[in-house]
């Protein structure tokens, strides 16, 4: 179920920024509910929000090593619950995506652009979204566990 999950994420995050790529000219932003969100096109070398730009291998070994990591502790445990599986499925199709971009243009494709915060991408929301559903479901167990 995890691959299937990730392989979702991964599909859509190609897609849209194909899309993108080949409708919105770097720096180019369409309306698309005007004063609150847009597509703009931005090529980010660095991590969220751009910080620490250039570091480009720094970032392609980090993502092949938390790819391994997902994929090894998926491995060794076969059965796990399913907000745990949804949450490393999510971290693991972004990463994937991520990933891709490094290895083939040498930076992130962003485009969601909601004017109060940096750009992003698809695979940058899903990790995001994955990792708030570890932190959450941790800290959920733990205080079930105290109690």
């Not at 859509?12 to 920024?17: A, E, F, H, L, M």
């Not at 720096?27 to 991590?47: A, D, E, H, R, Y």
């Not at 929301?125 to 479901?137: E, K, P, R, W, Y």
């Not at 800290?139 to 105290?146: G, V």
């Amino acid at each position: 179920m995890i691959f299937w999950i990730a392989a979702g994420v991964f599909i859509v995050d190609r897609i849209t920024k194909s899309i993108v790529i080949n409708h919105i000219f770097m720096g180019q932003s369409m309306k698309v509910i005007p004063g609150i969100f847009n597509f703009t096109l931005v090529l980010n070398t660095g991590t969220a929000f751009g910080l620490f730009k250039g570091q480009r291998i720094i970032f392609i070994l980090f993502s092949f090593a938390v790819i391994g990591a997902i994929v090894g502790y998926i491995l060794k445990h076969k059965e796990m619950n399913s907000v745990f599986t949804w949450a490393l499925g999510l971290i693991l199709g972004g990463a994937a995506g991520n990933l891709l971009d490094r290895i083939a243009h040498g930076c992130v494709i962003d485009f969601l652009d909601f004017r109060v915060w940096p750009v992003f991408n698809i695979a940058d929301s899903c990790i995001t979204i994955g990792v708030a559903i570890l932190v959450l479901n941790m800290w959920a167990t733990n205080s079930r566990s105290k109690a």
